[in-house]
């Protein structure tokens, strides 16, 4: 069975997160602890989002909006309303996904697929601001403070490196959520993905989990 995955989902099965090394910059250290003790204590958010894909082979630009939901530990709803209508919701057991052009719902047991597992888990690390523990596979350079930006440039050993130049991210001005990341893609293909409005700890709707959009 396939299950469609966004550009960013994809990028976060490419990212390793391991046991990392010490930051040697301690400056750097201080900034990834702050961000993780602060993103670690948000419960739950909402936010919208606009995410642009420059394709340079054909130089044409691919441009998605819709909403992500965060509940921990372990939901995730990720919902594109335009130009296409689609839906993938994650909870600690299952995938679940919908598309309007088929107009049908498929599930994949996470239990039973480890490498999805371990990609879900990969994301739900990321939102958490788990970054240190990315050092293994990435440089990671503190480019702005206010508010805070930073640079990952994966390692040759890294799997990353095979389809990745660099992730650029910027923090919210509180540092509490990620304001903007972009991927540049060894092919030369740019992926920016902004957040809009984000919510924090605020009551999510039960209608975020329903898979199927009307």
């Not at 960013?8 to 602890?33: N, R, W």
């Not at 919902?79 to 309007?100: C, E, F, G, H, M």
């Amino acid at each position: 069975m396939k299950i469609k995955l966004t550009a960013l989902i994809v990028f976060f099965c490419f990212a390793g997160f391991y046991p990392g090394a010490q930051a040697q910059d301690k400056e750097l250290e201080d900034v990834l602890t702050g961000i993780q003790d602060k993103m670690s204590k948000v419960g739950s958010i909402s936010t919208g989002f606009v995410q642009e894909k420059n394709l340079a082979m054909f130089k044409q630009k691919v441009t998605l909006k819709g909403n992500i939901y965060i509940q921990k530990p372990g939901r995730l709803a990720w919902k594109v309303s335009s130009p296409i209508r689609y839906a993938l919701v994650i909870n600690d057991t299952d995938i679940t996904q919908w598309d309007q052009d088929s107009n049908r719902v498929q599930s994949v047991s996470l239990n039973k697929n480890p490498s999805f597992q371990v990609a879900i888990q990969q994301m739900q690390n990321w939102f958490a601001g788990s970054y240190k523990s990315m050092e293994k596979d990435y440089h990671i350079k503190l480019i702005g403070q206010q508010p805070i930006e930073l640079e990952f440039t994966p390692r040759e050993n890294a799997v990353a490196a095979n389809f990745i130049q660099k992730v650029t991210v910027l923090f919210q001005a509180d540092g509490q959520y990620i304001k903007l990341i972009t991927i540049l893609e060894k092919t030369g293909d740019n992926t920016v993905l902004e957040f809009i409005n984000a919510k924090l700890d605020q009551k999510i709707p039960a209608a975020a989990w329903d898979v199927k959009q009307d």
